[in-house]
């Protein structure tokens, strides 16, 4: 049995064909219907408004990387951040990074990776991201809870990322 739109002079034939030559059934599916004329009236959530997300900020003068997590919309963990920079807290690896090496964090570029509403996932998928970004500024204990498992298949997949990458430049 397969499902096929229905299309007035196509699909009776098409039927007839299939069943004769390889006795298949055609159940036939609407393609039109009034949900599917319906426009998405809801308008995208902007990036700053965004919460329950993880997000990456990039480094203005070296190609380093902060990973967070945050459960608010992100313009307040924004804010919370450069508060801490000026303020030169050192619970964050994101204000180290701006103390100690006297760079500037892009807050203009926050990229966000994931979104996640339940709190467990959001920590792991921030786990995953530190894990995958090489040139992240966040502390290794950033990771400590990550399995030794989901390292090493986060490794594998980095890897295969990369034998991928390489197969597509040559093919270029």
């Known amino acids: 049995m397969i499902s096929l739109p229905y299309i007035k002079e196509l ?5 007839r064909v299939l069943n004769s030559f390889y006795n298949f059934k055609i159940a036939n599916k609407t393609v039109f219907s009034i949900k599917n004329l319906h426009t998405k009236v809801k308008d995208k959530t ?3 408004q965004m919460s329950h997300v993880v ?3 990039p480094c203005k003068n070296c190609n380093k990387k ?4 945050t459960e608010r919309h992100l313009k307040n963990r924004i ?12 619970r964050c690896s994101l204000a180290l990074h701006v103390v100690n090496e006297g760079h500037q964090m892009d807050f203009e570029s926050v990229e966000v990776l994931e979104r996640e509403t339940n709190y467990k996932k959001r920590l792991f998928l921030e786990m995953a991201c530190i894990a995958q970004t090489e040139n992240n500024i966040n502390k290794k204990t ?9 390292s090493f298949l986060l490794a594998v ?16």
């Open 46 to 48: 902007s990036r700053e």
């Open 55 to 57: 997000y990456s900020i």
């Open 66 to 69: 902060y990973i967070g997590h």
């Open 11 to 15: 699909t009776p034939r098409l039927a």
């Open 142 to 150: 950033d990771i400590n809870h990550l399995s030794e498992i989901y």
């Open 157 to 172: 997949d980095k890897q295969h990322m990369k034998f991928n990458n390489s197969i597509v430049s040559i093919l270029e």
């Open 79 to 90: 804010i919370s951040h450069k508060s801490d920079c000026r303020l030169h807290h050192d």
